[in-house]
């Protein structure tokens, strides 16, 4: 049967997620070594198993692995009549975090997608106003073209202004205008 478990990767999240899990430093090095010793098909994980393959002592391994028992990291389950050590709270636990992350970050892109069109629209509407007509697509590709490349709407809209003020309202004038006070900025 497919475990969908399986399909992330659990050392990547347990490396990027361990301090939420108030996880320390050598529970982490245990909890590695485990899920290694698992992947090499032995089904129960041992303190003896883990003394050989980790540089530290039998007594804070012991200590180690118990206080993952106790967070329920590392739990002892019968699966086929046999014995075995499992990671699946931990690696569900995992899942749970990266999914929040995942879904945060998508509201954060919405949130931004949101922003860009409202910023686009406000620069858009203003010099339809200052033009006294609708955009032609030139006009909109370059005005595109300043937001893409982070130049500030009020610096837009301000030089903009500045060309309405001069008498010259098209796009390679407002370039121009844009160019220098960015240079001035540079100057100072």
Not at 37 to 62: A, C, R, W, Y
Request: glycine share 2%; aromatic share 10%.
């Amino acid at each position: 049967m497919y475990n969908k478990l399986n399909a992330i990767n659990f050392t990547y999240l347990l490396l990027d997620y361990y301090k939420e899990l108030n996880i320390s430093n050598e529970e982490l090095l245990v909890l590695l070594m485990c899920d290694h010793l698992l992947m090499d098909d032995n089904q129960l994980v041992t303190i003896e198993q883990l003394e050989m393959k980790l540089s530290l002592p039998f007594g804070e391994i012991d200590k180690i692995f118990n206080s993952l028992l106790t967070k329920k990291y590392i739990v002892y389950e019968t699966q086929n009549n046999d014995f075995v050590t499992s990671l699946t709270n931990l690696k569900k636990d995992l899942l749970l975090l990266y999914q929040k992350d995942l879904n945060s970050e998508s509201e954060i892109n919405k949130d931004e997608t949101l922003l860009n069109e409202e910023t686009k629209l406000k620069v858009f509407s203003s010099f339809e106003h200052y033009f006294n007509r609708n955009l032609n697509n030139t006009e909109k590709d370059m005005i595109l073209k300043w937001l893409k490349n982070g130049i500030d709407t009020e610096l837009i809209i301000d030089s903009l202004k500045d060309a309405y003020n001069l008498g010259v309202l098209n796009v390679k004038k407002i370039d121009g205008i844009i160019a220098k006070k960015l240079k001035e900025d540079e100057d100072l």
